[in-house]
């Protein structure tokens, strides 16, 4: 019992801290347009877009979204000491990692979401029998009352178009060039010659054993450089892009949010404040623990 308390309260103070450390960075960072961000640690707000219209598709539901989580459980039935108990297992996770676009009205920027801290409020909720769901487009989410006759549950969060969107991290200006170079681009062009090999014999096995040797290939490493180095040339012409994504500090927490900063500023105040509240009973029940036994 006495260790259990000693991992509450670590558990409790940790959660503690890393919620305080988030209202803290919330509450005093300044709120920056995106035409006057400084490159770094950045707080942005607008709304979220596709990037040239390009919706992107929740697995599960097929809603289209800018963003999603989703997770089918498969329900266990299973006895222990006794008694019947049932639980659910994770059979399949999956979160997007599709850039999409935030605006401000006046300017734009690119946004990644890779292992970012998204806190959303658009969640659906579904149960079936099969472990895909065959029902789509989910308008809302099912009660529980479902769950009693379906051995799956399927959940989805989302980030729908045209929310509203506050965003903390790190913000860049990157290149074309910068984000590619040029053996990237040559290897790329060298995987899609290779996806059509008829073409790719058809084009370099001069000859004609039905077979590409070294030689040959290296005429195609030379031809797959110079297509390279104009594609990269092309990538060179084109603007830069601004792109908001997780910091390189890991102290630095990556937030995407559809609440209002003052509304996430509260969430975070709550949690710390139970947090800390969860500390100190941990602190105290262990004393009387220590006192008791000692």
């Known amino acids: 019992m006495l260790g ?31 035409r006057s961000a400084h490159q770094g640690y950045v707080e942005l707000e607008g709304k979220g877009q596709f990037i040239d219209n390009r919706p992107v598709y929740a697995p599960l539901s097929n809603h289209p979204c800018l963003w999603y989580s989703s997770k089918i459980e498969q329900q266990e039935t299973f006895t222990e000491n006794g008694r019947t108990q049932t639980r659910w297992n994770v059979v399949y996770s999956n979160t997007s990692e599709h850039h999409f676009r935030l605006t401000d009205g006046a300017s734009s920027c690119d946004v990644d979401p890779d292992r970012a801290e998204v806190n959303g409020n658009e969640k659906l909720v579904w149960y079936g029998n099969t472990e895909w769901p065959v029902r789509t487009q989910m308008l809302e989410s099912q009660s529980i009352v479902h769950a009693m006759s379906n051995r799956y549950r399927y959940s989805e ?70 297509e390279a180095q104009r594609i990269y040339d092309q990538l060179a012409l084109e603007p830069d892009a601004n792109v908001i994504a997780k910091p390189l500090n890991p102290s630095q927490p990556f937030i995407i949010s559809v609440y209002p900063q003052t509304l996430l500023a509260q969430k975070f105040r709550r949690n710390s404040y139970a947090a800390l509240t969860a500390c100190v009973v941990s602190v105290c029940a262990a004393a009387w623990l220590i006192h008791v036994h000692g």
């Open 157 to 226: 969060s989302l980030i729908l178009p045209g929310q509203a969107l506050y965003i903390l991290g790190q913000f860049s200006t990157r290149s074309a060039t910068a984000r590619k170079s040029l053996r990237d681009v040559m290897i790329g062009v060298i995987n899609e010659w290779k996806r059509d090999q008829p073409a790719l014999r058809q084009r370099f096995d001069t000859n004609r054993d039905g077979n590409i040797d070294q030689q040959e290939w290296e005429a195609a490493r030379s031809e797959a450089q110079a």
């Open 4 to 34: 259990m308390m000693i991992i509450a309260v670590l558990l409790s103070f940790y959660w503690f801290v890393r919620n305080w450390k988030r209202l803290r960075l919330i509450e005093d960072t300044p709120t920056a347009k995106l």
